[in-house]
Structures are given as structure tokens and as C-alpha cells.
DNA sequence: TACAGTCGGGG
DNA sequence: GTGTACGACTGTA
């Protein structure tokens, strides 16, 4: 076309604009930053009975913003066939929000559809252009878009990358601790330092980096919960304008913070700014961030089709349904509008509920050797994918489909579901990502991007099982969420017969996986077999997560007679610790001792086999013996003995005064209040008091701790990982605070199959002679022995 | 002893 | 722009 200019980029940002319809920013191979507008009409649809259609096109008729009317026909996806609809297509997508509000408050009784879809979701599924696209863009020298093609796909594992430009902003303390006094600022190569006071001068340097390097991205460190609130304060204040925004005909975005329910915890989102024609990400404030960083954010956008910006701050839960959403737009299905209702909804859907729907059984308390975990790959997707699951495939009245095992109910595998049409290339691609890691050596650039990528996978996936079963979510139903948990114990059971056939002991079963011994077994190879085994009558993906030298299943701490499903740790071949349950994997647990905990488990995990453990007892004593001599001598610093809880409740709504209802009192008689769903942080501390709440302006000293409470706490801790050696809690009281030692009785050792009971309590040294601790003379124990235990 | 309050899991 | 469970466990009274 004549006069029309052409470039090829990357889509970075769309939105609504009431003067230019729709704002599609494009970050040009060549460097440029285009924003184009186009007119993009947008269609929503009502559904009902005709009279009450009839009255709706009779009200619209009289509404002021520009619109269309028309009957038709669209398929709805629970009915299974197309229903009669009035579509109402409104021309500016900025008109859609309020025609539509004053349609469903006038009518609210008429069923609506495609009413609350996120605008970029539509584009892509318009126009094929999504969120972070490489296209091919025509436009007119006035900024109209007149042609956008995507030249890739999301589901690409080499897609092109985008040439960012980052200026990232930080303060030097945290704004909710302490006032901050200047900020650092970063951008290409160059550092600056900013002193928040005087103001002005602050206002104008920050206006001149803004200017000079226009960045695509302002990564902050809390800038959505005050350093943006607080520069546009004070660029108002003093009235200098600060660009902020690359799109000068917009202001910013802010949204309000909120507290909300989800999965059964308490959940605080701080406030948000959003910015138009550039991102704002905090880092504070991103969902996952430590998980998946910016590449897994960047991926996310690509495959959910949210904007930068909204992925950055939304639960994968928001992602999986937009991806549904997606494909039922590109399907012509109509998508339902979400109300926001908060009715009785007794939805009780977990997104693992293991209690219900998992298979789940009591393992074998004790300490195993010859012992390897076995998983199903993402499970519950590839059930989905796999049976065809999906809320209009399953049912009770599907003649000739296919039965659901233990439910009076069949899934019809004629016709792929939405579900599985979702999650499929999403399951293929995660696989192909695992197979590239592992052929990459861990120093490859490319490795981390692909492990970002699919960390972030991986929570998509496991939060699409919970939308599946919640009746309220827009492409739930609950039969199916049966139906996956159904296939799901029938597979594990599938897999428990196949072991046993093959001579393997099931210690446990949970959900996906299963721990299986046989004397002997202490190679992959020896599994493999049974790998094979039951993938071949699964039909399923399965994995090894590995071969343990030895596992130790944990007894509930009531009653030992009891186990419990959730608490273990164990030791694989290669030397690397799985843990579960135990103190060091809670965020409760003060860091010091989940150091020692691990630190404990370090030393165990040193024993090449199970019966060279009593060989590591000793250090590991010795290292508890350390740590509560260190304790009492006040050689621990304070910052290692705070504990952190999150608030459930205000301050009002305590009903107990709970170590962490005290700390939020102190809290609040000091000025500062903290929202439910917030973490407080505190000590433990003798007197009256009990607990120092940590972010008060004081410090108390060491001697102000209550040894005796964190020495219980040490114990405990201790006791959980040496239980299976035959170690008591009320043992190593004893043992620790330097009484008589009663070690040496023999029988004390709980070691299954083989392992010489009598061993080892006779072998160590008397106290005296133990052997110290691996540490250094200042610090405590190295950091890294904690995050060992967390993958 | 009963009750109130917090946490993890999955990957 | 989410999704109000469940059991184990600890601390308080």
C-alpha cells in the first residue's frame, strides 16, 4: 500500500485510549519506539429470553456511546451447542466497561458473555498479535496501524530477544522500616546515587535520566507500595513534571492495595502503578519473582497473553485462565463473564486437596535404605490432556463415550476440550525445556533462561487443576475435577501394582508419586524396569526423582506410633538432601536453627550408606551441642533468632495473645501497623512481655533472648532429624544441657532391615571429646546450608 | 484439656 | 483480575 511505512518489532504495550481507540506500542527492531492506534470495535453478548433481548436492544438503542446491535447465534460451551444472542458491539474499547455495566445493572438477570475479557487477549486472538510478539507492522505516517501479522508463535524456544532498555531505581532501606535517604539508580552502564532531600533537585536529575535514556522498564525495589506513590507526590508538591509515563496523554495507573482469601491463607497485594508505553515492575511486589525472574515473567506474557505488567503482579492461577480464555476466543466460544460474586460458594477446591481427591497412604515410619521416589510428571495436566478432561467433555450422559473409573460418570473423547487444547503445547513445551537443560552445561546463559521458563511453567500447571474444579471459575466444573482425581488414584494404584509385581516394597503413596525399596535396589538401573513398567500401563509420563542412599519417614510428634504423609528427608546418590515437612522448610522457623537443622542433616548426609550414619552421629551432636552453647552465651545474633509469621487477622481480632498478636500490638503502639496477610517479625524475649517485635526502632541485646524458648526450639528441631535415629527429644535434653548420657543402651537404634542394631551409641566419644562444629570463629553457619534444603 | 492460630504441599 | 481446605502442630489459658 502506497505511502504506508513498514517495520518489524516487538509488541510492548496495548490499551484503550477514548481520543485514539486503541494504543499499541511497538519496540522496533531498528530501535524505535512507535506508538500506533487503530480502531479496534469490541463485542460483548447477552443471552436470555427474547422478550427480555428485546427490551435490552431497546435500552442500548437510546445509549450514548457509538455501538452496533445485532441477533445471531454463538456456541456456549456448557450448553454444548449454539444459543440464540444479542451482540453488542461497541466502537471505541474504551466505551466497553461502562455500556456494559449499564446494561447487566438495568438487566441483571440476562446471562452475559465475553464482557470482561482483557483487551490484549482479545488482540491476540483477533489479530494474532500477543504480548511480546515479534510482528510485522504497517502504518500510516500519522501513527495508524493498518496491519499487524505475528511472525512467531508462543510456544517458540528461541524467540528473538527483545532489546530492553532498563533503568532501575532502588532506595537504600526498606520504606517500611526506616526513611530512606537517597536512591540508586542504574541504567546501561552508569551507577548514580540520588539524595532524596533537597527535593527538587532529585525531581529534575531523575526527569533528566527519564529523558536521556527513555527506558522500557523501571525496575524498582518497592516502587509500587511508595517510591512512585512518593515521586508523584512530590513531583505535584513541587510541580515538576515528571515523565514517568512514556505515553504523555496518560497518567499513570494506580490500583489500591487488598487483602483476599486464596487458598486458605490470608493474602496482601500492595498498591500497584502501572505505567503506559513503558513497565514498571517491583521487584518487592512481583508474584514469584525470586522464582523466575524477568525472563519467566517475559515468557509468561508470551504464552498467557497478559500484559508485562499484569503477569508480573497476578498469581499463575490469573494466567491459566487467561490461556482458556484465549483458546476459547480463537474456538468462537463464548467465555462468561465472571461476576464478582462472594456468595456461599462452598467451593472447597484446593489446588491440591489431597485429602479428597489424591491417593494418599500412611508411609512406613522409619529409616529405609535401597529406596527411590518415583513421580508422575505434572500429573493432573497430562490426566487432563491424556482422558480429553474438560467441563463440557465430562458427564453423566454421554452415550458411547468413555467410562470414569469408581464414578457413575463418562468423558466424551470425540472432540478435543478446551482444557486439553489449552494445556497441551504447554505440557509439550515444558517437556522440551527439561530435555534442553539437561543437554546444557550449568554456566549456559540459555540453561537459566530456560529453567526461568519453566519454573514458571510448572506453576501454571499446578494451579490448573484447582480452576478446574472450582465451581465459580469461568471454565470449571466440578465432575470433571472428580474425574481427574478418579483416573489420578486409579493411575497411582496402577503403578503400586506394577512395583509390587516386581518385588518392590510401596513405603508410601502420595498423589503422584511413590517411594518403592527392594534389598538391594541402589542404582537407577535397578528401577528403570519398573519406570518402564508403569509408563507402559499408565500411559503417563513418569520420572525418577531419584535413588535415596537412605529416607527417613517421620511419625506424627503426638503419637509415634502414628505417620503422617507430609513429613520426611532422605539422602539421594549423588549426596543432595530432599526435605519435607521438617522445621527447616517452614518460613516460621528462626534462621538459626534452621541452619543447625541443616546444617545436622549435611553431616548425616555424608554417611554413604545407612549404616555408616552412627559414624556422622557424633558431629552432628556436637554440632546441637554448639549451637545451644553459642545460645546461651549470647553468640548468636538476635537477627538469626527473629521469627516471622503472617498476620491472619487485625490486631482487634485476635481473640489469643499469640506471640504474633503481641508483636503487632508493639507494633502499633510504636505507629506502625501492618495489614492482615503482612509478615511481623519478632523475638522471643524473658519477661512479661515474651516476644520484641523486630521492626521496632530498638534492638534488644542477646541477654534479653529466652534461651530457654529457643532451646526448646532446637531441640525440637534436632529431635525431628534424629528421631529415626533413635534419639528422643527428652534424649538429647539430657544430652545436650550436659547430664548424664544414657547413649549407650543398646536396642535405641530404630534402623529397618539389616542394619545392626546396638551399633553406634557405644561408639561415641564422650562428650567431651566430640569433635567442633565445621564453622567459622565470627559468623554462624554458612547461608547456603539453608538453601540447600530448598529447591 | 480445649481452643486459637500458623504452616505446608505440589514442582 | 481471584478462587474462602485440610491436617499437623504449637502456644495460650
Known amino acids: ?28 527492531e531498528d530501535g524505535a519506539r512507535l506508538r500506533l492506534h487503530q480502531p479496534f470495535p469490541i463485542t460483548f453478548y447477552a443471552a436470555g429470553p427474547a422478550a427480555d433481548l428485546r427490551e435490552l436492544w431497546r435500552f442500548l438503542q437510546s445509549d450514548p456511546a457509538p455501538l452496533h446491535l445485532a441477533r445471531g447465534e454463538r456456541h456456549d460451551l456448557f450448553a454444548g451447542r449454539a444459543i440464540p444472542v444479542l451482540a453488542v458491539r461497541v466502537a471505541c474499547p474504551a466505551d466497553l466497561g461502562p455500556v456494559f455495566h449499564r446494561a447487566a445493572e438495568r438487566f441483571p438477570d440476562l446471562t452475559y458473555y465475553d464482557a470482561d475479557i482483557t483487551l490484549s487477549l482479545r488482540y491476540a486472538a483477533v489479530t494474532g498479535a500477543f504480548s511480546l510478539s515479534f510482528c510485522r507492522v504497517a502504518y500510516e505516517p500519522s501513527g495508524r496501524l493498518r496491519e499487524i501479522e505475528s511472525l512467531g508463535t508462543p510456544w517458540e524456544l528461541d524467540p528473538p530477544a527483545l532489546p530492553l532498555r532498563i533503568l532501575a531505581v532502588e ?43 527513555d527506558p522500557d522498564l523501571l525496575l524498582t525495589t518497592w516502587g509500587d507500595t511508595w517510591l512512585l506513590p512518593e515521586l508523584m507526590r512530590l513531583s505535584c508538591e513541587h510541580r515538576l ?6 505515553d504523555p496523554c496518560r497518567g499513570v495507573i494506580r490500583k489500591e492495595e487488598k487483602v483476599y482469601f486464596s487458598y486458605g491463607q490470608v493474602i496482601h497485594r500492595g498498591q500497584q502503578v502501572h505505567l503506559a508505553g513503558r513497565w514498571h515492575i517491583d521487584r518487592a511486589n512481583a508474584m514469584l519473582w525470586g522464582d523466575y525472574g524477568l525472563e519467566g515473567i517475559f515468557e509468561l506474557a508470551r504464552i498467557t497473553g497478559l500484559p508485562v505488567q499484569t503477569v508480573a503482579r497476578t498469581s499463575p492461577g490469573t494466567g491459566i485462565s487467561s490461556m482458556q480464555i484465549l483458546t ?35 508411609p512406613l515410619i522409619g529409616l529405609h535404605r535401597d529406596v527411590a521416589g518415583i513421580d508422575f510428571v505434572s500429573m493432573y495436566p497430562s490426566i487432563m490432556v491424556h482422558y480429553n478432561i474438560s467441563p463440557e467433555t465430562v458427564g453423566a450422559d454421554r452415550p458411547g463415550a468413555e467410562e470414569i473409573p469408581e464414578l457413575h460418570m463418562r468423558v466424551d473423547r470425540s472432540h478435543p476440550g478446551l482444557v486439553p487444547l489449552t494445556l497441551k503445547p504447554l505440557l509439550e513445551k515444558r517437556i522440551e525445556l527439561k530435555h534442553r537443560i539437561a543437554g546444557l552445561p550449568a554456566w ?10 519453566a519454573s514458571a511453567y510448572k506453576w501454571l500447571l499446578v494451579t490448573c487443576f484447582g480452576y478446574l474444579g472450582y465451581k465459580n471459575a469461568r471454565f470449571g466444573r466440578i465432575e470433571a475435577h472428580q474425574a481427574v482425581t478418579a483416573y489420578g488414584r486409579e493411575t497411582l494404584l496402577l503403578a503400586k501394582e506394577a512395583a509390587e509385581e516386581q518385588g518392590f516394597t510401596v513405603l508410601h503413596l502420595y498423589v503422584d508419586g511413590m517411594w518403592v525399596k527392594r534389598p538391594g535396589a541402589s542404582q537407577v538401573a535397578d528401577f528403570q524396569p519398573l519406570l518402564d513398567r508403569i509408563a507402559e500401563v499408565t500411559r503417563l509420563p513418569i520420572a525418577l526423582d531419584g535413588v535415596y542412599r537412605w529416607v527417613a519417614f517421620l511419625p506424627s510428634r503426638r503419637d509415634a506410633r502414628m505417620p503422617v504423609a507430609n513429613r520426611y528427608f532422605g539422602v539421594f546418590q549423588d549426596g543432595s538432601l530432599k526435605t519435607r515437612g521438617i522445621d527447616s522448610r517452614r518460613l516460621d522457623t528462626p534462621p538459626f536453627i534452621s541452619r543447625v537443622q ?35 552465651a549470647g553468640r ?156
Open 1 to 28: 500500500m502506497a505511502g504506508l511505512e513498514e517495520r518489524a518489532g516487538w509488541l510492548i504495550d496495548l490499551y484503550a485510549d477514548p481520543r485514539d481507540d486503541l494504543v499499541v506500542w511497538i519496540l522496533a
Open 241 to 246: 513534571p515528571l515523565p514517568l509515563n512514556r
Open 444 to 453: 549456559n546463559p540459555q540453561r537459566k533462561r530456560y529453567a526461568a521458563w
Open 598 to 632: 541443616m546444617a545436622m542433616l549435611e553431616l548425616l548426609a555424608g554417611a554413604e550408606d545407612a549404616g555408616a550414619l552412627p559414624a556422622k552421629l557424633p558431629g552432628a551432636l556436637g554440632l546441637l551441642r554448639r549451637a545451644a552453647a553459642d545460645l546461651r
Open 171 to 213: 532506595p537504600d532501606v526498606n520504606p517500611s522500616h526506616a526513611p530512606p535517604q537517597r536512591l540508586t539508580v542504574c541504567c546501561g552502564n552508569h551507577t548514580y546515587s540520588l539524595d532524596l532531600r533537597p527535593e527538587r533537585p532529585l525531581l529534575l536529575n531523575l526527569r533528566g535520566l527519564l529523558r536521556e535514556h
Open 328 to 362: 476459547a476466543l480463537r474456538q468462537g466460544v463464548l467465555v462468561p463473564w465472571h461476576k464478582q460474586q462472594t456468595e456461599d460458594s462452598r467451593s472447597a477446591m484446593d489446588l491440591f486437596y489431597a485429602d479428597q481427591g489424591g491417593l494418599v497412604y500412611q
Open 636 to 791: 548468636i545474633p538476635v537477627a538469626d533468632c527473629v521469627v516471622t509469621q503472617k498476620l491472619s487477622r487485625t490486631l482487634e481480632e485476635f481473640r489469643s495473645a499469640s506471640p504474633a498478636a503481641r508483636a503487632l500490638a508493639q507494633l502499633g503502639a510504636a505507629g506502625k501497623s501492618l495489614r492482615p496477610g503482612q509478615r511481623v517479625r519478632f523475638l522471643y524475649i524473658r519477661g512479661d512481655q515474651r516476644v520484641h517485635a523486630w521492626d521496632l526502632p530498638d534492638t534488644p541485646p542477646p541477654e534479653a533472648l529466652d534461651h530457654e524458648r529457643y532451646l526448646t526450639l532446637l531441640l525440637r528441631a534436632a529431635s525431628n532429624i534424629l528421631q529415626p535415629l533413635g534419639l528422643e527429644e527428652a534424649v538429647l535434653r539430657d544430652w545436650v544441657l550436659g547430664g548424664a548420657v544414657y547413649l549407650g543402651l543398646p536396642g535405641c537404634w530404630r534402623l529397618e532391615d539389616g542394619l545392626d542394631p546396638g551399633v553406634g551409641l557405644g561408639l561415641l566419644p564422650p562428650p567431651q571429646n566430640l569433635p567442633l562444629p565445621i564453622l567459622g570463629d565470627t559468623g554462624w553457619l554458612p547461608e547456603e546450608s539453608v538453601r540447600a534444603g530448598r529447591d
